[in-house]
Nanobody, 124 residues
């Protein structure tokens, strides 16, 4: 599985961006797609995830109410709509494909494939 992330850029605080992650294909065991982010000098942290079957979303507390994840099963694509962006949202955002179960989607180790990352920079 190859994942292609896109949509990052430079935006002012309070602005919006929409990230996309397109998967080359989905194996029958793919259960969810997730977004993580990593700022310089920090560990990769969970942002959001969504299951392929029912579209159940999961969010980190830091982005609840501001970020919204969705998926297009026909296009094997997951989107992350990011609103009310803050400077602390600045990071490289990575998408990942998971074959694991709910309850593990907030852990990087639950993901078997990763995209190349897309930079999001929020200026104050």
């Amino acid at each position: 599985v190859q994942l292609q992330a896109s949509g990052g850029g430079l935006v002012q605080a309070g602005g919006s961006l929409r990230l996309s992650c397109a998967a080359s294909r989905r194996t029958y065991r793919s259960s969810a797609m997730g977004w993580f982010r990593q700022a310089p000098g920090k560990e990769r942290e969970f942002v959001a995830a969504i299951t392929w079957n029912y579209g159940t979303p999961y969010y980190a507390d830091s982005v609840k109410g501001r970020f919204f994840i969705s998926r297009d099963n026909a296009q094997n694509t997951v989107y992350l709509q990011m609103n009310s962006l803050k400077p602390e949202d600045t990071a490289v955002y990575y998408c990942g494909d998971s074959k694991r179960y709910a309850g593990t989607y907030n852990v990087p180790g639950a993901y078997d494939f990763w995209g190349q990352g897309t930079q999001v920079t929020v200026s104050s």
